[in-house]
Structures are given as structure tokens and as C-alpha cells.
């Protein structure tokens, strides 16, 4: 498995990158994911990232570790003075209240490892076919600023650093939490190179919802087959009208019917076969994919952690020929 750290561009005279399935899918962790200044009680279930690590780790699993983004990467999708004030531990107390955490030295440095994680992460799957990472997927912070527990929007980030180095020439985001993908669609409105797609509950937060180039909202308290006959669909014209060489797959659990702020009826089942879609959509058509976490919200955060590692399981097994499901495969 690859384990070596992000240390430069791919050169524009590389050849290209082979995407045959990986023998082990990298998969990429730090331990600044888990900041120690949320506590356990926040609505945010931050101990996800380390229980997930764990859990993975108990199955003999190894991690890449990123390093922190620098700043001018930062910049290619978010307003220089907003990252400074992040860096800082000076964001004003509004736009704090916004995203919904203190913002601490702790939160700074796990949001720089966080987008390190997803650019690495791109750098591994056009390498090996897929990788994950094990954080990830804030697609509500926007160029202006952070919201909804996402402070930098790693996936815009690793997406124009991916395209700017010559790893990439087009990009599609496949985002499936149960939140519309607001800041990655208002980012990517006029860059033609990025293809956004969010499937989401449409009566949920956020209420404005700017328009990504496809957008499917389902109806409060969809369950598995409304759901998952919907995404065939969905994944039919994101590929219909995109033809990416390389896709970042948000799979926030937050469509699960325990989610505290889902309004989706999702089962563990349901969600495993959704990750399976998105991953078979993906290697059928040779195209690399990169995994994030997105959100999840249930209060217990081992329940949360583990329904996490089906993105990873599914992107592991995605080309394996005995991996199959319960449910039908799409068409």
C-alpha cells in the first residue's frame, strides 16, 4: 500500500498515472482530525475521526499521513484574509457562530490536515484507482467563509490543486450528504473544469441553496429503495454530462434514519449499497475516485464511526467480482 507523503506537483512530462484497481486502497489519516478542544457532548461528534481510525486500525489497516496544506493552497478557494483569521485564532465571533465551533489553534490544525488529507488523497487515487480519506467533505464553507461545522472546503481545495498540477484536466463531486453541497457548488459556479452534483434532503438546511450543475433533492424521510433507485439516476447524468478523469465522493452517513439532523430514513444497508453504487459508477468507467467522510450526527459517535468505514469498504471491494449486495444493481 502506498504510504509515502504528498511532496510535489505531477510533472507535466510524468506519464500518465496507472488506474488499475489498487491491491490496498490508501487510505489517509492524521491525528490532528480529532480536536481535543470540541468535547464529547458537542453536537458535532468529533471522536468519530479517531474511533473510525481505530476501528480500521483493529482490522489491520495502515494510514498515510498528510501533511498540513499550506496556506496558499488555502487561497485557491477561500478569501486570503478568512484562512489568516482561521490561522490565527481570530475569526470574528459571527462568523464563528456560523460554523459552529470555538475556533482554536486545536480547530486551525485540524482543518489544515483535514484539506492535506484530500489532496493527498487525489494524488494516491489517480496513482491507484481510488483513495480514501478519513475526513473530510465540508462543502459548506465557501470562498467567503466558513458554516455548518466546515471551515475550509477541502474537496475545492484538493480539486484546483489536482487541476493546477497537472493531475486532472476535469473533475466531477459526487456529493451525497444529506445537505446540499452549498459551498462547493457557489466555488465552482464558473469554473468549467468542475462538475458538482448533490443529492440531498431538500427540506433541510441550508435553506438557500445555490445551484450546483446538477442538484436532486429527495423528500423528508426517503427511505432505502426511493433512495437508492433515485441515485441510479442521479449517477446516470453526472456521467452523462460530466466525463471527469478524477471524482471526489462525499459520503456523509447523515441520510441514516438514526441522524439527529438527517430527516432521511436511510438503513445501514441502504447505505452500505449506496457507497457500493457510487464506487462500481466509478471503476466501471476507469475513473479514480476519492473518498471523504462528510457528516453524521447521531449521538453516539462509535455508531457513526462505524457506518464511516462503508465508503471505505466500498471502495476497497468495489472491483472485486464477488462483491455483491441485497439489493439490485443499477442498470
Known sequence: MASGLWRGPLLDNQPPADISPCMALPIIHHPDYDAESVPDGHRFPMRKYSLLADLLRARGETFAVPTHAPEHWLHLAHD???????????????????????????????????????????????????????????????????????????????????????????????DCDVHHGDGTASIFAEDSRVFTASMHCEDNWPRIKPPSHLDLGLPRGAGDSEYLEALDGFLATIFSRSLPDLVFYNAGVDPHESDRLGLLSLSDDGLRERDRRVAAACAKRGIPIVGVLGGGYEKDAASVA?????????????????????FSSPQ
Do not use: W
Open 306 to 326: 462505524r457506518r464511516h468505514s462503508f465508503m471505505v469498504d466500498a471502495l476497497a471491494v468495489s472491483t472485486a467480482p464477488e462483491g455483491r449486495s441485497a
Open 80 to 174: 486570503p484574509s478568512y484562512v489568516t483569521a482561521v490561522l490565527t485564532s481570530s475569526v470574528d465571533a459571527k462568523t464563528a457562530r456560523k460554523i459552529g465551533f470555538e475556533m482554536t489553534p486545536a480547530i486551525a490544525a485540524r482543518t489544515r490536515a483535514s484539506v492535506g488529507g484530500t489532496c493527498l488523497a487525489a494524488r494516491l487515487a489517480v496513482q491507484h484507482g481510488a483513495a480514501v480519506n478519513l475526513a473530510g467533505g465540508s462543502h459548506h464553507a465557501s470562498y467567503e467563509g466558513g458554516a455548518g461545522f466546515c471551515v475550509f472546503n477541502d474537496v475545492a481545495v484538493a480539486a484546483r490543486v489536482a487541476l493546477d498540477e497537472g493531475l486532472c484536466r476535469k473533475v466531477a463531486v459526487i
